[in-house]
T-cell receptor, first 111, second 111 residues
Framework: ETAVFQTPNYHVTQVGNEVSFNCKQT?????MYWYKQDSKKLLKIMFS???????VNETVPRRFSPQSSDKAHLNLRIKSVEPEDSAVYLC??????????FGAGTRLSVL | GDSVTQTEGPVTLSEGTSLTVNCSYE??????LFWYVQYPGEGPQLLFK?????EKGSNRGFEATYNKEATSFHLQKASVQESDSAVYYC??????????FGAGTKLSVKP
């Protein structure tokens, strides 16, 4: 049963463009995350939000910014994409530090 | 900071053989340990978790023991099936820190 919804599934764009990815969770969780998964399946935390407060901000390029309107939504904006941004971006939610529930991911290809 | 190291993949096995995926971790706190599984086209999902040292977790024939002294959490299954083909992640979660994942181990099971 899907409870973390990500859109779009795929996105192809060119270097320098701006992109936005959406994420919504219907689990009533208080914490949401963005992870980047590279071609080798490595999962790296990018951001996490707890009740609209940014509580973790790893060393990611400034062109990445999370955006949250409420605790059920956490979007990701990339201001000017670079080739190395090609990856799968996974959104997740949790209650505190408990189990993560992931969406199916957004695959970004930068040409 | 926290870190997780696990068996490098890919791992290829024949149906009916046994599996061990090694996982070791580093942290100064008292984490909850997780195994997640990711099937193609999906996000990772929880296989099982163990919040306390010296306890065992299990699900679908997979099991792992939280060994605090050895800082290990090795995943084992006595007899793998083709349907177990997936990527397996070891992860830890501490208070106030986003969950950290190992590099993932891709398992392919041949019939």
């Amino acid at each position: 049963e899907t409870a973390v919804f990500q859109t779009p599934n795929y996105h192809v764009t060119q270097v320098g463009n701006e992109v936005s990815f959406n994420c919504k969770q219907t689990l009533g969780h208080d914490t949401m995350y963005w992870y980047k998964q590279d071609s080798k399946k490595l999962l790296k935390i990018m951001f996490s939000y707890n009740n609209k407060q940014l509580i973790v901000n790893e060393t990611v390029p400034r062109r990445f910014s999370p955006q949250s309107s409420d605790k059920a939504h956490l979007n990701l904006r990339i201001k000017s994409v670079e080739p190395e941004d090609s990856a799968v971006y996974l959104c997740a939610s949790s209650h505190g530090q408990d189990t993560l529930y992931f969406g199916a991911g957004t695959r970004l290809s930068v040409l | 900071g926290d870190s997780v190291t696990q068996t490098e993949g890919p791992v290829t096995l024949s149906e009916g053989t046994s599996l061990t995926v090694n996982c070791s971790y580093e942290t100064k706190q008292y984490p909850t340990l997780f195994w997640y599984v990711q099937y193609p086209g999906e996000g990772p999902q929880l296989l099982f978790k163990v919040p306390k040292a010296n306890e065992k977790g299990s699900n679908r024939g997979f099991e792992a023991t939280y060994n605090k002294e050895a800082t290990s959490f090795h995943l084992q299954k006595a007899s793998v099936q083709e349907s177990d083909s997936a990527v397996y992640y070891c992860a830890l979660s501490n208070n106030n820190n986003a969950p950290r994942f190992g590099a993932g181990t891709k398992l392919s099971v041949k019939p």
